[in-house]
T-cell receptor, first 114, second 110 residues
Framework: KAGVTQTPRYLIKTRGQQVTLSCSPISGHRSVSWYQQTPGQGLQFLFEYFSETQRNKGNFPGRFSGRQFSNSRSEMNVSTLELGDSALYLC?????????????FGPGTRLLVL | KQEVTQIPAALSVPEGENLVLNCSFTDSAIYNLQWFRQDPGKGLTSLLLIQSSQREQTSGRLNASLDKSSGRSTLYIAASQPGDSATYLCAVYNNNDMRFGAGTRLTVKP
């Protein structure tokens, strides 16, 4: 059974640009959550999507958005990139929800904003 | 605002030793608490999830306990092995948000 995949694995952008990251969950999983990890702030929860609807949201500005498709694949978008958005972005999937059961994490996308 | 603290920040032990990692949180009205393991370059792995109504969860050599009233959780690792070397993070869920501690970096020396 394939694990959670994230593309791209590495990305370099400049300030002001926007970026879209993709996450394909484990087959059958309907919940996808996104996290940001930085040396300064640690690991932070961004949001969770379940059956194409955002179900939970962390404390991030509106520049961070996401969506989920009918096949449960999810994308995360960051607009007007700032230097502080440089981070490792992780996604995780589960059957019924991020906060109800064990999650399975992808390898992450490392974003560098110059 | 929920704050999660993990002590110690780093821990080094000889192989075979039993050890305890600590996690404390400021708001006891949590829905659940999870423990994760992060290996450099290998991503994050969920270890144990404890619902607010539970006191502990066990998986192999790992045992996690939860005391909501005191805002504390512990992760007990029995008979530690070099392969247990990693960063261990705890996270609590309440108010539709999830807050992580900064982690404890564990090194188990052969």
């Amino acid at each position: 059974k394939a694990g959670v995949t994230q593309t791209p694995r590495y990305l370099i952008k400049t300030r002001g640009q926007q970026v879209t990251l993709s996450c394909s969950p484990i087959s059958g999983h309907r919940s996808v959550s996104w996290y940001q990890q930085t040396p300064g702030q640690g690991l932070q929860f961004l949001f969770e999507y379940f059956s194409e609807t955002q179900r939970n949201k962390g404390n991030f500005p509106g520049r961070f958005s996401g969506r989920q498709f009918s096949n449960s694949r999810s994308e995360m978008n960051v607009s007007t990139l700032e230097l502080g958005d440089s981070a490792l972005y992780l996604c995780a999937s589960s059957f019924v929800g991020t906060f109800q059961e064990t999650q399975y994490f992808g390898p992450g996308t490392r974003l560098l904003v110059l | 605002k929920q704050e999660v603290t993990q002590i110690p920040a780093a821990l080094s032990v000889p192989e075979g030793e039993n050890l305890v990692l600590n996690c404390s949180f400021t708001d006891s009205a949590i829905y659940n608490l999870q423990w994760f393991r992060q290996d450099p370059g290998k991503g994050l792995t969920s270890l144990l999830l404890i619902q607010s109504s539970q006191r502990e969860q066990t998986s192999g050599r790992l045992n996690a306990s939860l005391d909501k009233s005191s805002g504390r959780s512990t992760l007990y690792i029995a008979a530690s092995q070099p392969g247990d070397s990693a960063t261990y993070l705890c996270a609590v869920y309440n108010n539709n948000d999830m807050r992580f501690g900064a982690g404890t970096r564990l090194t188990v020396k052969p």
